[in-house]
């Protein structure tokens, strides 16, 4: 079966390539020549992952899935949340958004953090969500070169290294994206 994500993060496709079964061939938007901008204009992760979905589907009518994921900072009121891409501004860059985020924490002890990733699947009309979550804090350096966006910063609860020194396998049995796909891997299982 054919489905395409609502994306063309070409790391984002590789880590949930790594996950979803080998019977399932994922396209970006790029592999099937779609090229303009998705809209993502809603105030959460849910129905910024809808409204991606929901684009590609009525406007295609190609089974898909679209995912959002944000970080969410217990001191800064849960903020980057769904803004976490552009926190820096609309053509930021991964490295303009950390260094924000460690501008603002400076001087703060409380470096509670969390991940959480919400994926949208459009299957022949019928809509489902599927969501992961991983708890942490944020570092006050960046540590390793592995993964993106907020990965060099952020140490998951229970390990002594950020999300950018793992190895994506590792990585991926642990994260919020990770737990997400799986709750989606899962279900393929049971209704394909």
């Excluded at 140490?155 to 997400?180: C, Q, V, W």
């Amino acid at each position: 079966m054919e489905l395409i994500i609502a994306t063309n993060n070409s790391h984002k496709v590789e880590e949930i390539k790594e996950i979803l079964p080998a019977n399932i061939d994922v396209k970006s938007l790029r592999e099937i020549g779609i090229v303009e901008e998705i809209p993502e204009t809603q105030d959460t992760l849910e129905g910024n992952a809808l409204q991606k979905a929901r684009y590609i589907y009525d406007k295609y009518s190609k089974n898909c899935f679209a995912d959002d994921t944000g970080l969410e900072v217990e001191a800064l009121d849960n903020a980057p949340g769904v803004y976490s891409a552009r926190y820096a501004g609309d053509d930021c860059s991964f490295e303009d958004n950390i260094q924000k985020l460690l501008r603002e924490l400076k001087g703060i002890e409380n470096r509670k953090a969390r991940f959480r990733t919400v994926v949208a699947l459009i299957i022949d009309g019928h809509e489902h969500l599927f969501e992961g979550e991983v708890t942490g804090k944020i570092l006050e350096s960046k540590q390793g070169n592995e993964g993106f966006g907020y990965d060099p910063v952020f140490l998951p609860d229970g390990y002594e290294d950020s999300f950018a020194t793992m190895a994506s396998s590792e990585k991926n049995k642990i994260s919020h994206r990770g737990k997400a796909v799986r709750a989606l891997a899962s279900f393929l299982r049971k209704t394909l």
